[in-house]
């Protein structure tokens, strides 16, 4: 008695969804009342625009071979029309800053970053702190780089022929301040221009660069995964006391500091593990961090 429906079956498949986005509620919905609705639109279409369609393709037999064109033509002139979701870059949603208590504020940081944008980088895990009465912050520069090549791969079935895909994480330490902390964040200039910070050694001096990554092998295609950080991640400041600050960063360890060998898995692949590493001030003025031994 059900068998009229299989007429529909196909518009049921392709609608689903389109019926689940326009459904005013979001989340779990009442399932009865959304196939209701659901049938209700196919046997709709069916009949207004599926079935109509059908006798004037069946009728019409050279008219219908330029309808791909011109589907075709309508396809790339739709494409040029702006997307009203996503190239908006305002929060109108989300308050620039709220009070949870009468001690703490919930607050948009205004930090500027030029050559990050100019990489197309971004700037994550702002950390602050406060030191001889101005507010410092510490914060990540992150982007991402997806690279391909070939060449030869000591895999566990020996040496062979394999593809390089490099997941690159181009990341960067950079600091700014704010003079008068008395100001900010509501007084005048109070957004917070951040600049690279290039001075951080390891324990012989070294630059902080060329660290272990981590490698997966693929043995169905010859692929090799590599993941691979450029510099330090995700830093944490504090106040140390008479006006010095001491630092906490995430990284991967350096492929030759100290000798050490970068890590390795059982089959002998690279196998880097992100570390927290600890810093402190330096008593030279013109270096900030430098490792802790």
Request: aromatic share 10%.
């Amino acid at each position: 008695k059900l068998e009229f429906l299989e007429n529909y079956s196909y518009a049921v498949y392709v609608l689903q969804f389109l019926c689940y986005a326009v459904w005013p509620k979001t989340g779990l919905v009442s399932l009865p009342l959304f196939l209701i609705f659901l049938y209700a639109s196919a046997v709709l279409i069916v009949r207004c625009i599926q079935q109509p369609s059908q006798k004037w393709w069946a009728n019409h037999t050279t008219a219908r071979l330029f309808v791909p064109f011109i589907l075709a033509a309508s396809f790339v002139g739709l494409s040029f029309l702006p997307d009203p979701v996503g190239t908006s870059t305002s929060m109108p949603d989300i308050p620039a800053q709220r009070w949870i208590d009468n001690r703490s504020k919930d607050m948009r940081l205004e930090l500027l970053d030029p050559e990050g944008q100019r990489l197309g980088a971004r700037i994550i895990n702002p950390s602050l702190a406060i030191a001889d009465g101005q507010l410092v912050v510490v914060a990540r520069r992150h982007r991402r780089e997806v690279t391909k090549s070939s060449g030869r791969f000591r895999s566990p079935e020996g040496e062979v022929d394999a593809v390089f895909i490099n997941q690159i994480w181009h990341s960067d330490l950079v600091v700014g301040s704010h003079l008068d902390l008395d100001l900010w964040p509501s007084g005048p200039g109070a957004q917070i221009s951040m600049q690279s910070w290039t001075g951080l050694r390891t324990s012989t001096g070294g630059n902080w660069e060329d660290l272990c990554v981590a490698e997966t092998w693929i043995a169905k295609n010859n692929t090799v995964i590599r993941h691979i950080v450029t510099g330090p991640q995700d830093p944490k400041v504090v106040s140390a006391g008479a006006g010095g600050l001491a630092i906490a960063f995430d990284s991967n360890p350096p492929k030759s500091d100290d000798g050490i060998l970068c890590q390795r898995n059982a089959q002998g692949f690279a196998d880097a593990a992100t570390q927290m590493w600890p810093g402190q001030a330096c008593g030279n003025a013109s270096i900030w961090i430098c490792l802790d031994e």
